[in-house]
Each structure stands twice: as C-alpha cells, then as structure tokens.
C-alpha cells in the first residue's frame, strides 16, 4: 500500500502569509505526528493526534501554529503570519496505533521557505 | 525529561571499513530506541529498533546495534560499509504512545 504522502513538497511564501500544509497517513493508521526539521537538526516533535483529536500538542512553537485532523485520517498543519524562522521541513508519519515502541512511518516532509 | 546524544555531526569512513555511530541517552525511565536513516532526497525511514530482551538488535542493510542500560548508549554498527550506506542516521527514544526525541544527527560519509 500507500506511504505517508504530504503535499506540497515545496512551498516558498512571504512573511506575513498564511500556510497550509498537509499530510495523507498509511490508511488504517490511527496515530498521526508532525515534527519540524531545521538545518543540521534532528526532527523536532510538534503534535500528535490519536484519531480526530490532538493527544499532545506540547510542541507547538506558539499559537502560530495550529493542526487540525477532523475525520480521523487526513491532517492539516496551518501556520498564521509566517516568519522566516519557520523556514524548515515539516515532516509527518504515522503508525498504527500510536503505543510506546512503535514504529512511526515518515513521508518526504514539505519544504517551507518563507521569504 | 529525556535527550539524545550524537557525539559525532560527521563520520568518513572507507569503503569496506567498519562504521560505529554512536548515541547516549538520557532518561528517569525505561525508553524504547530508534535508529532511522536519511538517504540524500529520501525521508526518514526505520534502520532497528530496540524495545526489550536481547540487548543485541539487527536492523536492515547489515547494521546493528547494542543497547547498554549501564552506560545509556545505542551505538550503531556495520562491519563493512558500501558507498549506499552515504546517508543521515538519527538516534531516537521514545517512552510513551506520543513523541519520538531525535538527536541532531551523524553525516556518514564513505570514501572510495
């Protein structure tokens, strides 16, 4: 089957603009998280989502930042008012159900770049 | 609150020569870890992983890895690397259903 898919792989906006960026998981997959990867970094956790609602959002930089995943499946990640520090790759993965050990399955990440 | 350590940004090795990556970690409790590769353009996928019993864990590719509770490490391991072995290669624990703590990251590079 299918892998994580997130579209766009690129997105370059302006500072001030909004964003939206989204992330299809393996189907069948109840556990969702995004992560931010900077350069030279390791990928940050920002939110997990168990079903339709946010289990962990610890990782959200500020409220800048928002995800919503309504029907259980697809997730979007939105960003208000970007700024050049959000400049990075925002990765997605998925497993199955979400406990401790399990594997999380990562897509290509969307490339952000905000000018 | 849990960390991880590459104590290496960069490794060159040659070709056929063996490889150790390693990685610390720091935790109050019982973690589960991860070793997961970056191949140039590619995302982030799972080389092995380590959840309980035998402190010995063999991933894809020919690599593996030894946990050791006493000195909090996870070093990775090849015996005999090949130039598609060029990659990133993250270290992360996880303890819980939610977030995976990655660490920066160790470049190998493989010389001909």
């Known amino acids: 089957g299918a892998g994580v898919s997130q579209t766009p792989s690129n997105k370059v906006t302006e500072k001030g603009k909004y964003v939206e960026l989204r992330c299809d998981p393996i189907s069948g997959h109840t556990a969702l998280y995004w992560y931010r990867q900077s350069l030279g970094q390791g990928p940050e956790f920002l939110i997990y989502f168990q079903g339709t609602g946010a289990a962990d959002d610890s990782g959200l930089p500020n409220d800048r930042f928002f995800a919503v995943r309504p029907e259980g499946s697809v997730s979007t990640l939105k960003i208000q008012r970007t700024e050049r520090g959000d400049s990075a790759v925002y990765l997605c993965?998925?497993?199955?159900?979400?406990?401790?050990?399990?594997?999380?399955?990562f897509g290509p990440g969307t490339r952000l770049l905000v000018l | 609150a849990q960390s991880v350590t590459q104590l290496d940004s960069q490794v060159p090795v040659f070709e056929e020569a063996p490889v150790e990556l390693r990685c610390n970690y720091s935790?109050?409790?019982?973690?589960?870890l991860f070793w997961y590769v970056q191949y140039p353009n590619q995302g982030l996928q799972l080389l092995l992983k380590y959840l309980s019993g035998s402190t010995l864990v063999k991933g894809i590719n020919g690599f593996e890895a030894e946990f050791n509770k006493s000195q909090t490490s996870f070093h990775l391991r090849k015996p005999s690397v090949h130039i598609s072995d060029t990659a990133e290669y993250f270290c992360a624990v996880n303890i819980r259903d939610d977030k995976i703590i990655f660490g920066k990251g160790t470049r190998l590079h493989i010389l001909p």
């Open positions: 935790s109050s409790v019982s973690v589960y």
């Open positions: 993965a998925s497993s199955p159900g979400g406990a401790g050990g399990e594997t999380q399955y």
